[in-house]
């Protein structure tokens, strides 16, 4: 079992819907991230949270908005998807802000995005 | 631009053997060093963490480390079927926060 949890774990919509795929944890952690991940490639960075504030955005489309409401939670707004964003989307948390380089990072279960 | 290098595999061995994966990263600034295992159609699982030269044990699980020689590797003994699976290098720099540079992974398969 994971201590980061993530809903829903199955998404499937349309290119016209907007949804939210949400992440908590309650570890205590200060950092929270957002990956893509698609089949037989390593997750690919997207949004990192620390201390609840935006650090780093990988030059990710609009389309894909986070959002962090507290230290526990992160959310990934999406809308107008394309079908080649349909991929598994990870939470993660670690430890540290982004000045700790020690604290590995806590994947959630996922969630699998299909775009029609 | 930070690299770090898996052999893709499939790496096959039998039951009970030792499975050896390789990792090497191209950032001499590398500091924290990490292997996960993820199953097909799962999320990665953190098994190994090492941050100084020489080898870590957990378990059926080594990391061993090399500074020096920019490479790192875990040894499974003893594999098992349930092993199979793809395995992640992530590579962390000082001065680059918690930003994990993640290897392509190494597909295990272990054969009964």
């Known amino acids: 079992d994971t201590e980061v949890t993530q809903t829903p774990k199955h998404l499937v919509m349309g290119m016209t819907n907007k949804k939210s795929l949400k992440c908590e944890q309650h570890m205590g952690h200060r950092a929270m991230y957002w990956y893509k991940q698609k089949a037989k490639k390593p997750p690919e960075l997207m949004f990192v949270?620390?201390?609840?504030?935006?650090?780093i955005n990988e030059s990710v489309p609009s389309r894909f908005s986070p959002e962090c409401p507290n230290s526990s939670l992160l959310n990934l707004h999406l809308h107008a998807l394309q079908p080649e964003d349909s991929a598994l989307y990870l939470c993660?948390?670690?430890?540290?802000?982004?000045?700790?380089?020690?604290?590995?990072?806590?994947f959630g279960n996922g969630t699998r995005l299909t775009v029609t | 631009q930070k690299e770090v290098e898996q052999n893709s595999g499939p790496l096959s061995v039998p039951e009970g053997a030792i499975a050896s994966l390789n990792c090497t990263y191209s950032?001499?600034?590398?500091?924290?060093f990490f292997w996960y295992r993820q199953y097909s159609g799962k999320s990665p699982e953190l098994i190994m963490s090492i941050y100084s030269n020489g080898d870590k044990e957990d378990g059926r699980f080594t990391a061993q480390l090399n500074k020096a020689s920019q490479y790192v590797s875990l040894l499974i003994r003893d594999s098992q079927p349930s092993d199979s699976a793809t395995y992640l290098c992530a590579v962390n720099a000082l001065g680059a926060g918690n930003m994990l540079t993640f290897g392509g992974g190494t597909r295990l398969m272990v054969k009964p």
């Open positions: 950032d001499r600034g590398s500091q924290s």
């Open positions: 993660a948390s670690s430890q540290g802000g982004t000045g700790g380089y020690n604290s590995p990072l806590h």
């Open positions: 949270y620390s201390y609840e504030k935006l650090s």
